[in-house]
Nanobody, 113 residues
Framework: QVQLVESGGGLVQPGGSLRLSCAAS????????MGWYRQAPGKQREFVAG???????NYADSVKGRFTISRDNAKNTVYLQMNSLKPEDTALYYC???????WGQGTQVTVSS
């Protein structure tokens, strides 16, 4: 079973940046279909960014041009670089592996002055 552990969340001012990391277990990380989701209080979990099965990247319209997903297969890690953060980006951010349905425990991102 794939295990995912997120890190890198925190409190940041509007306009600031954060980089989230998600470390995955397993020896075939290069085949994992990885993505980031978020859930704000009182709202449903929503897709943020992810790798499609052919390796291309997809982004929610709300984060296009500000967030970048990347991966380092040698480190079994996927990243989410978040720039120009807005208060509406405040949420619990989760890492997901699509083929197995595995989820991490989440890392909190709070954007506030």
């Amino acid at each position: 079973q794939v295990q995912l552990v997120e890190s890198g969340g925190g409190l940041v001012q509007p306009g600031g940046s954060l980089r989230l990391s998600c470390a995955a277990s397993g020896s075939i990380f290069s085949l994992y279909v990885m993505g980031w989701y978020r859930q704000a209080p009182g709202k449903q979990r929503e897709f943020v960014a992810g790798f499609a099965r052919r390796g291309t990247t997809n982004y929610a319209d709300s984060v296009k041009g500000r967030f970048t997903i990347s991966r380092d297969n040698a480190k079994n890690t996927v990243y989410l670089q978040m720039n120009s953060l807005k208060p509406e980006d405040t949420a619990l951010y989760y890492c997901n592996e699509d083929r197995t349905g595995a989820w991490g425990q989440g890392t909190q991102v709070t954007v506030s002055s």
